[in-house]
T-cell receptor, first 113, second 114 residues
Framework: AQSVTQLGSHVSVSEGALVLLRCNYS??????LFWYVQYPNQGLQLLLK??????LVKGINGFEAEFKKSETSFHLTKPSAHMSDAAEYFC???????????FGAGTRLFVKA | DGGITQSPKYLFRKEGQNVTLSCEQN?????MYWYRQDPGQGLRLIYY???????QKGDIAEGYSVSREKKESFPLTVTSAQKNPTAFYLC?????????????FGDGTRLSIL
């Protein structure tokens, strides 16, 4: 069975500081991994995805994530936080041949001025 | 613009009442999903449909029902059997999973009890 663990339900950073949101997954087969962002009272928007190929994936708004198979991790980073990055972020895993995507519990990012 | 439209944005339910949440997509996607979102619990799958006239229960289907009579529409009914319906409900659609595509989400419906 697949599962996703996001470490830290809340993360707070100062504007301009590094953003690091942690995601670990478990999967019996090579996974497909996604990061989504959710702003208040809205649906989820795709930030980036990893399917195959290059393990460092770049997404929108300056975010990137690195797939590390040995660590079963897919952490999300951004070099310099902006106030507009304040939102909830979800890591998700799926696999080929299946119709389910498993979402983590989410990490709420706060950005301090 | 292609996308997913959920309506209404806010909905109130009285005791013993069934309510229906609408979800329409013009992305021509085969697969559609309903999720329930509660604070701190992420997204939990209620029902999903891979093709018209077919749907499957997700992890928390009790107290809910769906239909899929048209490709673009996947309404969710919250029945009176759902004793704790207060939540944010999200509808999503997707190209077939085999293509490794992400899910596309609507802006949600917030359901509350009167």
């Amino acid at each position: 069975a697949q599962s996703v663990t996001q470490l830290g339900s809340h993360v707070s950073v100062s504007e301009g500081a590094l953003v690091l949101l942690r995601c670990n997954y478990s999967s019996s087969v090579p996974p497909y991994l996604f990061w989504y962002v959710q702003y208040p009272n809205q649906g989820l928007q795709l930030l980036l995805k990893y399917t195959t190929g290059a393990t460092l994936v770049k997404g929108i708004n300056g975010f990137e994530a690195e797939f590390k198979k040995s660590e079963t991790s897919f952490h999300l980073t951004k070099p310099s936080a902006h106030m507009s990055d304040a939102a909830e972020y979800f890591c998700a895993v799926s696999k080929t041949g299946g119709f389910k995507t498993i979402f983590g519990a989410g990490t709420r990012l706060f950005v301090k001025a | 613009d292609g996308g997913i439209t959920q309506s209404p944005k806010y909905l109130f339910r009285k005791e013993g009442q069934n309510v229906t949440l609408s979800c329409e997509q013009n992305l021509n996607h085969d697969a559609m999903y309903w999720y329930r979102q509660d604070p701190g619990q992420g997204l939990r799958l209620i029902y999903y449909s891979q093709i018209v006239n077919d749907f499957q229960k997700g992890d928390i289907a009790e107290g809910y029902s769906v239909s899929r009579e048209k490709k673009e529409s996947f309404p969710l009914t919250v029945t009176s059997a759902q004793k704790n319906p207060t939540a944010f409900y999200l509808c999503a659609s997707q190209e077939p999973q085999i293509n490794n595509q992400p899910q596309h989400f609507g802006d949600g419906t917030r359901l509350s009890i009167l």
